[in-house]
């Protein structure tokens, strides 16, 4: 993953350290200021936060200095609110200052999934950095949380929330001079915030979609519920003080974490009904037993199990629900949720100190806990019918997560690319791509063969599970290549906008239906090694893992300066080369034709064709290639075909 990529992960978990750990003692805090009321009226930022999600966020997406700018404002409001609770001039000006935080922090994620891809520089590292994302965001509130519990056995609260505001000042730090770029087309449209409004009814009308939706709605109402008692549960049940609030937040943030490779588990499967009502019932369940006041390690491992259920909750309900909705439809339904999300949240917190007024603490626990499995067992039928019509789609999903492009993603993003392919059937002959056309869909082959053609030589075939025409994906570029049926096929085709859309949430979050231009690189060498990349090149398909070892041992690396010939046309063709770093210009006659840039190939033609090179190649800048040569790869082909 490229440096810039790097940066904005580590911005966007410093962040996240610095929300939780402010929260965490914000909490500690309200609650020595004014008791459950105090902290259960933290949950009015979720609220705040899910009206400014359909009306001020989407407008942050693509404008210039966006991220730095709601990271700045973050800090500044972050630091008042501290400054406020160290003068002690009373509770509700420190709100007042954390809820217009959260006002800002609903553009964060907008802006930042606009300028994700336009600073990967493939689509295998976008994956990669959209995954990453996930998981620096869970790890970040359990570092977060964590932190901010012990800090305050150090310091008072306001300290330790003046010290988090810090955090937040080396989050914008790291992600200072990212965001240079601005595109004028990302304003979000008022139709489509009006549009997503009235979505609203329709879904909660839809006899399969609501007991989903409101489900969804139930668990981060829970949510908020469990954020609101948690100081209480340490400080009053417990006993565990300060430091055991961050405990029991950092343990739900495990409970999530561990819940990635059971999820994973789950991508492709038919029925996600059991998995799903299961996780949901346990949910509840946990979260009712912590009434019980169990010993200090009971209690830490029931939220961590209850961290644990809702994620997985949360991830095999939303593929219930990507499974049974048309692409069209999907959209709005999960802008629905994801707003619903953040109010019941809010909702939750809100609730948490009249539970406690009216039954108690530990009636109140157990109170919260009921919904979720009284719930799910009363819309078992219905949820089971929607799994049952979106069972068929499931080969989709496994078919999909196979492809090494897509290896890496979780659950909710494979489901929601599974949800917007097309399949198509082309006959023999038929050209699925032309070089020189302007690429916009990406291909992967269910069934059937196709042949690799450039400037007419055929250069290698492609069989079921191979995917092509991926650099369209991040960048409207020409087709280098024609890639031809030569049997019937069966694929699978994306658009790029809907790609860009499953991993980043762009046309969610802004409504524009545009998404950025980015860098026409493949690959980073940092990132991918010399076999990776040549296991990419369609030249070099049907070679195994140790064959390919083989040929990257006997494939010299050269430089060459701006301006320096690697190639020339009417040259022999011995080696194959596969750009590592800088840039290179591809001329016929005099021509341009193209650049290459890390992790594209080059000279295949006359390797496999045994011609003279039918193209110069020119370094554009400092230019570092692997050569490999043409006789190595004529014997590792032959092996292939002798067996």
Not at 466 to 481: P, S
Not at 562 to 590: F, K, N, P, R
Request: charged share 15%; proline share 4%; net charge neutral.
């Amino acid at each position: 993953m490229n440096l810039r990529l790097r940066r904005l992960l580590a911005a966007f978990a410093l962040g996240n350290v610095a929300e939780w750990s402010f929260v965490t003692e914000l909490s500690i805090y309200a609650f020595r200021s004014g008791g459950t009321l105090a902290v259960g009226l933290i949950g009015i930022r979720f609220l705040v936060g899910a009206i400014s999600s359909v009306t001020i966020a989407p407008f942050a997406a693509g404008r210039h200095g966006a991220l730095t700018i709601i990271t700045l404002s973050r800090l500044l409001l972050l630091g008042i609110a501290a400054a406020l609770a160290l003068g002690s001039v009373g509770f509700g000006f420190v709100l007042a200052a954390v809820v217009l935080d959260s006002l800002v922090a609903a553009a964060y994620r907008p802006a930042q999934s606009w300028l994700l891809p336009t600073l990967a520089r493939s689509p295998e590292e976008m994956m990669k950095a959209a995954a990453g994302s996930s998981i620096v965001k869970t790890v970040g509130q359990a570092v977060g949380a964590l932190s901010g519990g012990f800090a305050i056995e150090a310091v008072s609260p306001p300290t330790a929330m003046a010290c988090s505001a810090g955090v937040m000042l080396l989050a914008a730090l790291t992600s200072a001079g990212l965001d240079r770029s601005a595109d004028p087309r990302a304003a979000q449209r008022v139709d489509s915030i009006k549009d997503g409004l009235r979505s609203v009814p329709a879904v909660l009308r839809d006899r399969l979609l609501w007991p989903l939706v409101l489900l969804s709605g139930l668990r981060t109402l829970v949510r908020g519920l469990w954020g609101a008692l948690a100081v209480v549960v340490a400080l009053r049940l417990l006993g565990f003080g300060s430091s055991g609030v961050g405990i029991l937040q950092a343990a739900s943030g495990a409970g999530a974490m561990l819940a990635a490779p059971i999820t994973a588990s789950q991508i492709g499967r038919p029925g996600l009904r059991v998995p799903c009502a299961l996780a949901f019932i346990s949910a509840g369940a946990l979260m009712s037993l912590v009434g019980t006041a169990p010993p200090v390690i009971a209690a830490v491992c029931l939220i961590g199990g209850w961290g644990l259920a809702m994620a997985v909750a949360d991830a095999t309900s939303y593929s219930i629900l990507h499974r049974v909705l048309q692409s069209d439809a999907l959209t709005r339904t999960i802008g629905v949720m994801e707003s619903l999300k953040l109010g019941c949240e809010g909702l939750g917190a809100l609730l948490a100190p009249a539970l406690v007024a009216v039954f108690g603490l530990r009636a109140a626990l157990v109170i919260g806990g009921l919904p979720l499995p009284v719930f799910v067992i009363a819309s078992l039928a219905r949820v089971s019918q929607a799994d049952a019509i979106g069972a068929g789609r499931s080969r989709v999903v496994g078919f999909l997560h196979a492809v090494p492009l897509f290896h890496s993603s979780d659950m909710a993003t494979i489901e929601d690319i599974a949800a917007h392919v097309k399949r198509l059937a082309v006959e023999a002959g038929t050209a699925i791509i032309t070089q020189g056309d302007v690429g916009d869909r990406f291909y992967v082959i269910d069934h059937g063969e196709a042949e690799v053609l450039i400037d007419g030589y055929e250069i290698g075939r492609l069989g079921a599970g191979r995917a092509f025409g991926e650099l369209a994906l991040l960048r409207n570029r020409t087709r280098t290549a024609t890639v031809r049926a030569v049997t019937p096929m069966d694929l699978y085709a994306l658009d790029r906008d809907d790609f860009m859309m499953a991993i980043t949430g762009i046309h969610a979050a802004t409504g524009s239906g545009l998404a950025p231009e980015v860098p026409a690189s493949r690959a980073d060498p940092a990132e991918y090694s010399l076999v990776e990349l040549m296991a990419g090149i369609t030249a070099l398909s049907g070679l195994s893992e140790e064959a390919l070892f083989a040929l990257a041992a006997q494939s010299p690396s050269k430089q060459f300066s701006a301006g320096e010939v690697v190639i020339a046309e009417g040259d022999e063709s011995d080696a194959l080369y596969v750009v590592m770093s800088g840039h290179a210009e591809t001329t016929v006659a005099g021509a341009s034709v193209g650049e290459l840039h890390p992790g594209d190939s080059f000279g295949e033609i006359g390797v496999l064709h045994n011609v003279t090179r039918t193209a110069t190649v020119t370094a554009l800048d400092q230019l570092r290639v692997v050569a490999v040569p043409a006789d190595a790869i004529h014997r590792s082909r032959a092996k292939v075909n002798d067996l």
